[in-house]
């Protein structure tokens, strides 16, 4: 299907917004599907296309805050481990049970999850998890926030690094800015595995991809940027935003 120049920088114009969304909170994908669907690209072109500009511009942002200083390895790379074996098994059973189970649980976590960011004055801000501090203690944490994630980006996946974030906060005390880079870097690798299976299957849409994934490099780019000199005042309203908009998703996937 051939696009117009028009159609191609108004895709363009969303996947950088999603860029700056993405880099900050996650989530992203719940703007950049709808789009791609919105100009007549088929689903699984959509979703593979989405996954092959999202990845490409994700290793900008990721590589910014690798070079911050920013990454617990300690972490991350369990989690990685762990987000891997997910991802695969949750795309195995997707093709046993319907996803729409998982969106029912959403309309419950999701609003639960604003209500937790909303009440806690101090969410993500007050502590700063340590590469010094003992891993051991809290290996099936890492573990735990790894597999399920994973699992929901192989089942489902809008807001993966969102519910990532979240967890980063919630069960090892990571201030929002440290969550957001590890998030960031544990989801890239589920993202590049998925894509390389889209590029591989042919399900992608290189004329729209090539000028989306400049964009979404830029958009990356600047959403790090505001993320590491930002901070908790922007990831915080970035995180609420993202949520609503997974909720609304939910609704109208169920609608």
Known sequence: MEHSAFEILTI???????????????????????TYLAFGIPPHVTLGTNKLVSCSGTTFSVSRFIHSGLINWKVSVPAIIFSFIGSFIGTKVILLLNPKIVVYLLLIVVPLTLFVT???????????????????????????????????DGFYGPGTGTFLILGLTVLLHFNLKNASANAKIINYASNLAATISF??????????????????????????????????????????FVLVLLLFKCIYDLV
Do not use: Q
Request: glycine share 14%.
């Open 12 to 34: 363009c114009s969303f996947v950088f917004f999603a860029g700056i969304i993405d880099a900050i909170a996650g989530g992203g994908g719940l703007i950049t599907v709808p």
């Open 118 to 152: 909303v009440k806690v004055r101090n969410f993500g801000e007050t502590h700063h998890f340590s590469n010094h501090e003992n891993i051991k203690g809290m290996f099936w944490k890492i573990s735990l926030i790894g597999f399920v994630c994973g699992f929901y």
């Open 199 to 240: 590029v591989l299957a042919g399900n992608i849409d290189y004329r729209v991809a090539g000028f989306a994934i400049l964009a979404s490099v830029a958009g990356n780019w600047f959403g790090t940027g505001l993320a590491l000199k930002k901070s908790v005042t922007i990831i915080k309203p970035v995180f609420k």
